[in-house]
Nanobody, 123 residues
């Protein structure tokens, strides 16, 4: 059973930066494609970014393209989401997710989820 634990959320002013991290355990990390999703109050959980098992392929939602980057360390079993130029509309709970296959933007394709970390961007 894969376990995921996010960290790094917090309160930041618009235009600021935050770095989220997700630590994985319970399976060989290099066999997992990783994703970040977010969910704002009253909204559905939406795709943010994903990275392939080897780290060579990444994909981003249009809303964060050019502002967010995703990276991973298979040696440390971690995946990170670096967020720059944050906007109030980025305010959400951010979730780390994993799947034992290729990258995907679809929420339902992911088998494992963390508990989430709150990101709040003030205007």
């Amino acid at each position: 059973q894969v376990q995921l634990a996010e960290s790094g959320g917090g309160l930041v002013q618009a235009g600021g930066s935050l770095r989220l991290s997700c630590a994985a355990s319970g399976a060989p990390f290099s066999t997992l494609s990783m994703g970040w999703f977010r969910q704002a109050p009253g909204k559905e959980r939406e795709f943010v970014a994903t990275i392939s098992r080897g780290g060579g392929v990444t994909d981003f939602a249009d809303s964060v393209q050019g502002r967010f980057t995703i990276s991973r360390s298979n040696a440390k079993n971690t995946v990170s989401l670096q967020m720059h130029n944050l906007k109030p509309e980025d305010t959400s709970i951010y979730y780390c997710a994993a799947r034992s296959s290729s990258t995907s933007r679809r929420r339902d394709d992911y088998n494992y989820w963390g508990q989430g970390t709150q990101v709040t961007v003030s205007s």
